[in-house]
T-cell receptor, first 115, second 114 residues
Framework: GAGVSQSPRYKVAKRGQDVALRCDPI?????LFWYQQALGQGPEFLTY????????KSGLPSDRFFAERPEGSVSTLKIQRTQQEDSAVYLC?????????????FGPGTRLTVT | AQTVTQSQPEMSVQEAETVTLSCTYD???????LFWYKQPPSRQMILVIR??????QNATENRFSVNFQKAAKSFSLKISDSQLGDTAMYFC???????????FGAGTRLTVKP
């Protein structure tokens, strides 16, 4: 079946603009995760959902970052008033269920460049 | 907080040879999971191998195996018979039992040379 998809793949935003990044998880996957990956670094956890519930948003770097998953499927990560330090690849992952060390399946990422 | 350290930013190996990537982690937990993920130049991360901390037996997946030393908090990845397609960034990751945020190391860039 189809894997995790993300759109757009590339996004260039001027400083101060708002952006919305979309994630389509694998059908039937209950859990959805967002990560931020700076150049040359490992992914950093941002937030995760179980169905439509956002269970942990402790990794969101500021209140300019907001994520939602209103129907328990597609998720959107929104960044308001983008800053240069927001430039990174944003990865989405989904897994069948929470807990038990389940494998997370990653999307290709959205590369955000803030100019 | 859990931290994951990969002390080798870059490694290279000749095709068909064996290479070992290092990973150490810091935690006060007793039950947890450890992972190695591979990120090829196309950037889609894929799981290579997974280890449950309560299992003493080292995980193995074909040419990939781990050396899990719980007391030393070490989790190295051995790649045997290296292939050109193994060229990628490799990330070690930690997840607490019954938690879900995964903590990644900074990665090791592995190049397999023909």
């Amino acid at each position: 079946g189809a894997g995790v998809s993300q759109s757009p793949r590339y996004k260039v935003a001027k400083r101060g603009q708002d952006v919305a990044l979309r994630c389509d998880p694998i059908s039937g996957h209950v859990s959805l995760f967002w990560y931020q990956q700076a150049l040359g670094q490992g992914p950093e956890f941002l937030t995760y959902f179980q169905n439509e519930a956002q269970l942990d948003k402790s990794g969101l770097p500021s209140d300019r970052f907001f994520a939602e998953r209103p129907e328990g499927s597609v998720s959107t990560l929104k960044i308001q008033r983008t800053q240069q330090e927001d430039s990174a690849v944003y990865l989405c992952a989904s897994s069948l269920a929470l807990g038990q060390g389940n494998e997370q399946y990653f999307g290709p990422g959205t590369r955000l460049t803030v100019t | 907080a859990q931290t994951v350290t990969q002390s080798q930013p870059e490694m290279s190996v000749q095709e068909a040879e064996t290479v070992t990537l290092s990973c150490t982690y810091d935690t006060s937990e007793n039950n947890y999971y450890l992972f190695w993920y591979k990120q090829p130049p196309s950037r889609q991360m894929i799981l290579v191998i997974r280890q449950e901390a309560y299992k003493q037996q080292n995980a193995t997946e074909n040419r990939f195996s781990v050396n899990f030393q719980k007391a030393a908090k070490s989790f190295s990845l051995k790649i045997s018979d290296s292939q050109l397609g193994d060229t990628a960034m490799y990330f070690c990751a930690f997840m607490k039992h019954n938690n879900n945020d995964m903590r990644f190391g900074a990665g090791t860039r592995l190049t397999v040379k023909p």
